[in-house]
């Protein structure tokens, strides 16, 4: 089967905002399977912040994506072709399948998909890692009460809009912070937030004071920075600071800006905690069951913004940190 | 009785450094006693980091001192007249007395101490707030388990060195961070701490690497800034970090340094936690009864510097922000 591939490998790692000519877009032959083997026809892929980070030198929780290596991501597809007795012919499966058209495994680390349960795109938003990102950061990591006030950034983006709504099924006040005014108006009138902070046209701060009059129980933040410090500023005794992310500073080329008001959490009795959701992959399954039955309940939308042909990667990334992305950002393989 | 009372108020905010004429020395005729009250004469008062972020104008987790105010202090005195049934005349009692020689009090927030268990500067140092922060810091805030390896900056100073004593007496072992050899030496040989690193003469981050192979489980801080920064380097996973003060911070004029590694919280799953000693008001009995048995069985000494003569305050206190003292710092009020 002379079946060709294509794919996206690092070529080089990107100063400041990544660019077209930090990666290699590649062609392959597809190899031949060995017994236990199979290839799946890639459909869609998961674009994430967290993949800006794969693309530094500094090892963190996981190590670099190397120089001329495939880019990493996770993917969902379909098996096309198999020597595996555990995955036939036709089945769905995601996993860490990269940025490309095929992916030949030796059936480990793939998590079969039942399409019958919710459209496929769900399985890398609201049932996939993004979903178990917001479930666990917010419920295991925040510890929400009934009538606390939960505080997200990036409330219009993809882990920050499940936060939202799984605070609300929980009983808590859900406050969302977006840029721009129709960002603002999706998260409120869409996704059920209590209400909406535009970073763009608001002294984010002093909005947060308006809006959280009893002071922040839980604050989510996936963009570091600012606003980190803005919620720093606004928090109630004994908050939880949830860190999923820092998107503001993934791409800068200085410093980190640490939160200069730290000490805050002295000041407040209050804990921040890094959380990572590969540390509850036993729970995802469970998880997933709670989650499928917000969303059959009509408590929980699930939303992406999809957009089609595998080259157009580079560009289509970057949608992420120009925070143009309305939901959770998903590469479809095919162009039409 | 035409008693004399001297005294120290804030005569202006300090901009950097504290420097002698942010303070007013003032005289003033201590008034008669009503009923229910009792003089106070003030034998020792404790000299705090603390007390520079009670100079600033904005509000903490306490009101600030108000310019023409007595400056705020935890002190130790003995009753020398007295219209309260409660407290007669020769008993010894700390609380909030200010830097000055006498206090008129109604009776409300003091603590009757008993000379016969220890000498008298020990209930301002281990057997009062400083040991109450040192064990609720470690012990609830850190949680620390037999085998966790224990950091601690300003291991010198008060606070610091109480908690490494605690740690080893759990079971941990014990990393201080001072300034300079002979503090280093004092750390090791007189308190009993596994190592010291030398942050005058040593790469704080790179020490901590070989002292701590397995990654530091809490770091208890005292200092904030780079030191903060190091230690974030170098967390193991799942790690406590304990804010309960930042020393390096008080005195800044421009923004504060927030750890522009904080993201470290993320991929070691750790945990960033405010203390604040006031919380544990009920249990300050028990915890002192303890460190009173640890202290009699040797495990655990109590060292003060201590400083004659009141009106030496405005440069005795800045010892502190010199790193020139060794445990804690107290004024003792007759200069003789």
Redesign the interface.
Known sequence: MALVNHRFTLASRPVGMPKRSDFAYEEETVRELREGELLIRVLFISLDPAMRGWMKESR??VPPVAIGELMRALALGQVVASKNSLFAVGKHVSGNFGVQQYFVSEGRGLIEVDPGVAPLPTFLNILGMTGMTAYFGLLETGQPQPGDTVVVSSAGGAVGGVVGQIAKIKGCKAVGIAGGADKCRYVVAELGFDAAIDYKSEDVAEALRKSCPQGINIYFDNV?GDIL?AALANLARGARVV????IS?YNVTG??????????????????????VF?YADRYAQAAREMAGWMAAGQLKSREDIVAGLETFPDTFLKLFKGENRGKLLLKVDAD
């Open positions: 963190s929780y570091g410090e860190i999923c992310g820092a500073q410093p980190v800006q640490g939160p200069r008001n730290y000490l805050s959490l002295l000041v407040h009795r209050a804990t921040m905690k890094g959380m990572l540390d």
